[in-house]
């Protein structure tokens, strides 16, 4: 018998919501047959059968939430005594069956597509519509519509199966209130506060992920930042000369490509900020692929996909890839790969019209640099005052393998990189 289990795929997501089953009890799978897919807080799991062989029992129902370490299915793949598992109203765990046993255990493994949000409760995952039916929706279309007090069972899903997704709430808010078609999250738990006392929310799934990643980065990494402000007035002119001829190629020219290009240039003389501490081993871990995370402020959270292999990427090509996981990130359409295996990442701040931050390395990378807003500013050019664009940037750094004078010298050549456009090109 094989007990098949929900294994970690990563990225702090330690459980799930059973999606859609693709086989019932007594269908016989093949192994490799897609058997369910999980929606997690970032993306949705397509899970295969490790198997082949008969299900016997089903871990959870569609809409139910399940756990990292908690049976997924059982298949009877022929290896144990088919007469153990009529048992299936006992739990797994209460058998406590050895793989010496008849029961073998495995792990989630397969390919990833993205959720459309954060996983909701089991209670939440059960609403019903008055007629006893089950409506179907994703769990952040849920938080919407009880935020903007709206019936969910009297929405119409446009998503798989009559789902509803958060567009769907969004098109029912905007019919509600005109004026209030695009509603802000925080605006609208400020409306609704009680003057008085206090009021408790519990915190999304992605939002825990955050916290997770946060409190580890700081625990494991003594940062130390850096900052300095650089005249970009060279790299402004140029930007704006060429992109016509960029939106042309279908590149929208930002100038977040040109600083990619530039960190992935510096790193290249510098590979220790493209490295981690393996703290228990104490070794440097040089990673020999350039993965530049893009930290994406979406709705319901921060999330960073990365670019791979930027350094082997032209400018147009950065742009056109910096916008795409702009969008799917705030779509929900990224996979997982897409958010993992980052080595160093960029962080734009300047977008909250902010010039200086310190912010926090995603572990286990040893370096983030922070954009700040690019302002006007007096410059000295060749001895004499003029008004420049002036770029503030922050770099924190793993303090155990980077020092001081490592960023410092890192700063002076992206400085170097960003203040020559045709640098980037020719390099």
Known sequence: MYNFKFADIGEGLNEGTILKWNFKVGDKVNEGDTIVIVETDKVNAEIPSPVTGVIKKLGAEVGETIHVGETLVLIDDGSGDAEEVAEEAAPVEEKKESKSDSIEEGGVVGEIEV????????????????????????????????????????????????????????????????????????????????????????ITKLRKAIVNSMVTSKAMIPHTVLMQEIDVTALAEFRKAHKDFAASQGAKLTFMPFIVKAVALTIKDFPIFNASYDHEAEEIVYHHNMNIGIAVDTPDGLIVPNIKNADKLSL???????????????????????IQGGTFTVTNYGAFDTSFGTPVIKYPESAILGVGRISKKPVVVNGELAVGDVLPISLAVDHRIIDGGDAGRFIMKFKDYITNPMLLLMS
Request: net charge positive; no cysteine; glycine share 8%.
């Open 115 to 202: 959720g459309d949000t954060v996983i909701a409760s089991p209670a939440q995952a059960k609403t019903t519509s008055s007629t006893g039916t089950r409506t179907l929706a994703t769990p952040i279309a849920r938080r919407m519509a009880a935020e903007a007090g709206l019936d969910i069972n009297k929405i119409k899903g446009t998503g798989e199966n009559g789902r509803v997704l958060r567009e769907d709430i969004m098109r029912a808010i905007a019919e509600k209130d005109a004026p209030a078609s695009q509603p802000k999250m925080q605006a609208q738990v400020a409306a609704n506060l009680p003057k008085e006392g206090v009021t408790r929310e519990p």
């Open 316 to 338: 147009l090509e950065l742009a056109k890839e910096i916008e795409k996981l702009g969008k799917e990130a705030n779509d929900r359409t990224l996979q997982m790969h897409q």
